[in-house]
């Protein structure tokens, strides 16, 4: 069975820095498309940032310069570095797992949530 479990997130200040992880096991191999994701209260979910097993990155432009997702193929667990936070950055971090064929199914985390505020 999938699973896909995220850890590390919380309360942080403003300007602050936050390292999640998730850690994939039951299946999940290096060829998937590792995913971090965030949905704000009121808001759809939207892609903060996804890595392909190549280490190609994409990041939605409110995080570039700011979090760097990698991975640990060994480990089967992919990493979301937050600095400088910011308060708009609060929201539940959802971890995906996307095979590169339409033919798998893709999986979710149950998320972690970081709030950022003073």
């Known amino acids: 069975q999938v699973q896909l479990a995220e850890s590390g997130g919380g309360l942080v200040q403003p300007g602050g820095s936050l390292r999640l992880s998730c850690a994939a096991s039951g299946g999940i191999s290096s060829v998937y498309v590792m995913g971090w994701y965030r949905q704000a209260p009121g808001k759809p979910r939207e892609l903060v940032a996804n890595?392909?097993?190549?280490?190609?990155?994409n990041y939605a432009d409110s995080v570039k310069g700011r979090f760097t997702i990698s991975r640990d193929n060994a480990k089967n667990t992919v990493y979301l570095q937050m600095n400088s936070l910011k308060p708009e950055d609060t929201a539940v971090y959802y971890c995906n797992a996307d095979h590169p064929s339409p033919v798998f199914k893709d999986y979710w985390g149950k998320g972690t949530l970081v709030t950022v505020s003073s």
């Open positions: 890595i392909r097993s190549s280490g190609s990155t």
